[in-house]
């Protein structure tokens, strides 16, 4: 088996993951051949991690632990992700064991609007089963009060999908599956608090509006972790 996870060890109880970006490394058919062609990388999710720690180092000295998966998504095997997930998991208990909290944070993409409505960032938390007492509400709350000016000089917040405890019509990327990673790592880890983050795809553009939303959430991380 092939070593899919790259890892970078921080000094706060924060875990970010990286599951499905893809551009860390290329392998070729014979290596690890395509199976699900019509899956895409979640582009841009990987500098966004990156510059989360670089940013919070430098403003606060903090720096969380950040795991890359280093395979491209549409290669990607059960025992592919359950390597990775393994890996994760490991960083999770180093915290646990350290600190006694863990935060993971998920990241993740995406380009197509639930029906129920336009966001910026849509949790997930298999409806409030992945989380420790109201680590998503705080956080999403936090998350809707900062503000940018649009292209038309306008102000507007962040709009942020909080799911509640109950499953509600035209929601998408709620973690419910058995197979996400905030599913998985709660299932073992019951103190963790495990929060999946659906970024839409107009903040992953690597534009100043990237560089406004990183340093966004590089300081909701700070307030409501550390």
Same mark, same amino acid.
């Given at each position: 088996? =092939?070593?899919?996870?790259?890892?970078?060890?921080?000094?706060?109880?924060?875990?970010?993951?990286?599951?499905?970006?893809?551009?860390?490394?290329?392998?070729?058919?014979?290596?690890?051949?395509?199976?699900?062609?019509?899956?895409?990388?979640?582009?841009?999710?990987?500098?966004?991690?990156?510059?989360?720690?670089?940013?919070?180092?430098?403003?606060?000295?903090?720096?969380?632990?950040?795991?890359?998966?280093?395979?491209?998504?549409?290669?990607?095997?059960?025992?592919?992700?359950?390597?990775?997930?393994?890996?994760?998991?490991?960083?999770?208990?180093?915290?646990?064991?350290?600190?006694?909290?863990? =935060?993971?944070?998920?990241?993740?993409?995406?380009?197509?609007?639930?029906?129920?409505?336009? =966001?910026?960032?849509?949790?997930?938390?298999?409806?409030?089963?992945?989380?420790?007492?109201?680590?998503?509400?705080?956080?999403?709350?936090?998350?809707?009060?900062?503000?940018?000016?649009?292209?038309?000089?306008?102000?507007?917040?962040?709009?942020?999908?909080?799911?509640?405890?109950?499953?509600?019509?035209?929601?998408?990327?709620?973690?419910?599956?058995?197979?996400?990673?905030?599913?998985?790592?709660?299932?073992?880890?019951?103190?963790?608090?495990?929060?999946?983050?659906?970024?839409?795809?107009?903040?992953?553009?690597?534009?100043?509006?990237?560089?406004?939303?990183?340093?966004?959430?590089?300081?909701?991380?700070?307030?409501?972790?550390?």
């Amino acid at each position: 088996m =092939y070593n899919v996870t790259m890892a970078v060890r921080g000094n706060i109880p924060v875990v970010l993951t990286v599951p499905h970006d893809g551009g860390l490394i290329s392998f070729n058919k014979e290596e690890i051949p395509i199976r699900r062609p019509e899956r895409q990388n979640d582009a841009g999710t990987r500098y966004v991690a990156y510059q989360i720690c670089n940013d919070m180092e430098r403003r606060f000295d903090k720096r969380p632990f950040v795991l890359f998966q280093k395979v491209e998504r549409q290669r990607l095997t059960r025992e592919i992700i359950l390597q990775f997930y393994k890996r994760v998991l490991q960083e999770v208990r180093f915290c646990l064991d350290k600190w006694v909290r863990c =935060y993971l944070l998920d990241l993740h993409a995406f380009k197509n609007q639930p029906s129920i409505g336009d =966001y910026d960032i849509v949790l997930g938390t298999d409806h409030r089963r992945t989380v420790c007492d109201r680590f998503d509400l705080f956080f999403g709350k936090n998350l809707e009060q900062w503000f940018f000016w649009d292209k038309d000089g306008r102000r507007r917040n962040l709009d942020v999908y909080i799911p509640g405890a109950e499953p509600k019509e035209g929601e998408r990327f709620a973690a419910t599956k058995d197979f996400t990673l905030v599913k998985w790592i709660k299932g073992r880890e019951p103190r963790v608090s495990a929060l999946q983050i659906e970024i839409f795809k107009d903040w992953l553009m690597i534009d100043h509006n990237t560089e406004m939303f990183i340093k966004t959430l590089s300081s909701n991380i700070s307030l409501n972790t550390i």
